[in-house]
């Protein structure tokens, strides 16, 4: 099984400013099969990242991904108000899939 | 656009199963080259991730999980479903189901539905 880990577990932040989240797996993660998620307070994850730099459908441009093998990064380019949340990787290259524990961005 | 629902009993006494059901609106369950999962979450914890049936009705579970869970899938009601058997207070958790086309990042999620394992 693949564990991964993400850094910070908390990331305090004032809206404008860059957010750079990390992602890392304990072996290394088949195809890129690495995706990010947000998750609000009381709502489901919603898929922002898929093949580690891929955005999902709707998302905007200020969220980018990037990595491969064992360490990947997200970064939001200029926080918006919306964007304080919880942030989660998964891989599914390999069964069974895993997710990380999270990264928090709240507001400085 | 693809809508899950999750629906079930909120509440079940330990040493029993816990069964959940997700309604798949807006597309097929059974065309082509999509995963059908259920994801768990404690309260105020992470993403725990119990396992997928394949459109072609292969499972996969996470082995945590293995002895304990069941998944299937009804066509005919575009249904999918998990079973959990001899829940403890340990299974109490937001369960999810989601869906992904092709690879295993989840593009759909239903609403989540909180069960509580009590006496």
């Known amino acids: 099984e693949i564990v991964l880990t993400q850094s910070p577990g908390t990331l305090s932040l004032s809206p404008g400013e860059r957010a750079t989240l990390s992602c890392r797996a304990s072996q290394s993660v088949s195809s890129s099969y690495l995706a990010w998620y947000q998750q609000k307070p009381g709502q489901a994850p919603r898929l922002l990242i898929y093949?580690?730099?891929s955005r999902a459908t709707g998302i905007p441009d200020r969220f980018s991904g990037s990595g491969s093998g064992t360490d990947f990064t997200l970064t939001i380019s200029r926080l918006a108000p919306e964007d304080f949340a919880v942030y989660y990787c998964?891989?599914?290259?390999?069964?069974?899939?895993?997710f990380g524990p999270g990264t928090k961005v709240d507001i400085k | 656009q693809v809508q899950l629902q999750e629906s079930g009993p909120g509440l079940v006494k330990p040493s029993q199963t816990l069964s959940l059901t997700c309604t798949v609106s807006g597309g097929s369950i059974s065309s082509g080259d999509y995963y059908w999962s259920w994801i768990r979450q404690p309260p105020g914890k992470g993403l725990e991730w119990i396992g997928y049936?394949?459109?072609?009705?292969?499972?996969y579970y996470n082995p945590s999980l293995k002895s304990r869970v069941t998944i299937s899938v009804d066509t005919s009601k575009n249904q999918f479903s998990l079973k959990l058997s001899s829940v403890t207070a340990a299974d109490t958790a937001v369960y999810y189901c989601a869906g992904s086309y092709g690879s295993g990042s989840y593009d759909y999620w239903g609403q989540g539905t909180l069960v509580t394992v009590s006496s």
């Open positions: 049936i394949y459109y072609s009705g292969s499972t």
């Open positions: 998964q891989q599914y290259g390999s069964s069974p899939f895993t």
């Open positions: 093949g580690a730099s």
